[in-house]
């Protein structure tokens, strides 16, 4: 196979005649254009002056890559023109670019992958899809800025949802992060398989970690996209709880370090300021640059994700990576890796008390936090390490499954 088309699911950033992503995926790119003749690419496109872009606004474009891009949705935009740039993608800018590939790799689920999925099937191209996360869940946690997102969120998710899992009966594989979705959905496709994880670190940070001193304030970490579904509103009223009595930045016992940005900052933000405790929560915004995430994770003393849905999330192996000992939610693919008591804490979703109560347990217990964090990073090794050492990388396992898959069929 000597081309490749990838249908994204998430847009890419328009900056000065160049575009961007985030930094894994375009390395996942760099990669790409190494092993095929020509990787072309259909995604929807942001203007850096967006503020959701940030996410995204992180590493240029390889130049060798032939971008279809059409206007990407955002919370702003009008029902019409909602629909007609998905009309762009369909009807022009997704024919144009799966039309000179050889294979299409398609990222989902999606209305565009679903669109994705039709022009495969009625151009004869092979595709391999690419299983992101689970829409159903995320859709209930949406902003609905207006009746007809409303109506839109709620029914897309298991329509398309539903609909693009009986067209991948015709795909040459189906990659997805979620053990959870594997094991519902094993036996049902040609090929269902783990991915290599798309990570900004490697076993070489963890060694840089450093020792930090046990003292007041014990430092709790969050990274990740500030959305309703990371539950990030119940771990700030977490840290309210365990710094209840305390009267100046001096006594507290916790601080919450929050890496990311997104719809929610505000509101997280409002609620620490209105308890008195706006010192206790530290926003470092969206953090792009690797070294800079990097001290973050070594001066921290915990991990914190109170997720209400995830596959199995990458920033959970960087900080099984950083020996950080790690309070999280036993959603998606995540109790099929982690064990509660053994290399994690598991709290309830929605529940601040019992986040409060798991942090306030390893806070008393350095020994505890400790012992979690060392199994957690031999998890690491054992379950990512060695996968790394098999398939390389995303990219090279990408052009394995395409070549075995068109052998195949």
């Not at 990838?6 to 995926?25: D, K, L, N």
């Not at 740039?85 to 039309?99: F, K």
Request: a positive charge.
């Amino acid at each position: 196979m000597d081309s490749l088309t990838v249908v994204q699911f998430g847009p890419i950033v328009r900056h000065e005649g160049h575009y961007y992503q985030s930094g894994p995926y375009a390395a996942l790119y760099d990669s790409l254009v190494k092993l095929f003749r020509s990787v072309h690419v259909v995604a929807g496109y942001l203007d850096s002056t967006e503020p959701s872009s940030r996410l995204s606004f992180e590493k240029p474009l390889a130049s060798s890559l032939a971008i279809h891009t059409f206007p990407s949705n955002t919370s702003r935009t009008p029902l019409l023109t909602f629909a007609w740039h998905y009309v762009m993608a369909g009807c022009s800018v997704m024919r144009r670019g799966i039309s000179r590939a050889d294979g299409v790799l398609l990222f989902g689920p999606s209305m565009l992958s679903l669109i994705g999925i039709m022009w495969c099937r009625v151009l004869g191209k092979p595709f391999g899809f690419y299983w992101a996360n689970d829409w159903e869940t995320e859709s209930r946690f949406r902003i609905r800025a207006s009746w007809w997102r409303s109506v839109l969120n709620r029914a897309s998710p298991y329509v398309i949802s539903r609909f693009q899992l009986r067209l991948l009966s015709k795909a040459l594989f189906v990659i997805a992060p979620s053990h959870e979705f594997r094991h519902r959905h094993s036996g049902r496709f040609r090929l269902l398989v783990q991915p290599v994880p798309l990570m900004k670190f490697g076993v070489e940070d963890a060694a840089t970690r450093k020792e930090r001193a046990r003292q007041a304030p014990a430092v709790v970490l969050f990274a990740g996209e500030l959305r309703k579904m990371k539950g990030v509103d119940h771990l700030v009223r977490a840290v309210i709880a365990l710094n209840q009595g305390t009267t100046g930045p001096g006594e507290r016992r916790v601080v919450l370090w929050i890496a990311g940005s997104g719809d929610e900052e505000q509101n997280l933000a409002q609620i620490a300021q209105a308890a008195g405790l706006a010192d206790a929560v530290l926003f470092h915004g969206h953090v792009a640059d690797r070294e800079a995430l990097s001290r973050l994770y070594r001066d921290a003393d915990i991990f914190a994700l109170p997720s209400l849905s995830e596959g199995f999330p990458r920033v959970l192996y960087e900080a099984m990576l950083f020996h950080l000992p790690i309070v999280t939610t036993p959603v998606g693919g995540i109790p099929f890796v982690l064990r509660d008591g053994e290399s994690a804490l598991f709290v309830k979703t929605e529940s601040a008390p019992d986040l409060a109560e798991k942090i306030d347990a390893l806070v008393r217990d350095p020994g505890r936090a400790e012992r979690l964090a060392e199994t957690a990073y031999a998890l690491f090794l054992d379950r990512v390490v060695r996968f790394q050492e098999r398939e390389h990388d995303l990219a090279h396992q990408l052009a394995r499954l395409f070549t075995d898959g068109v052998a195949w069929r």
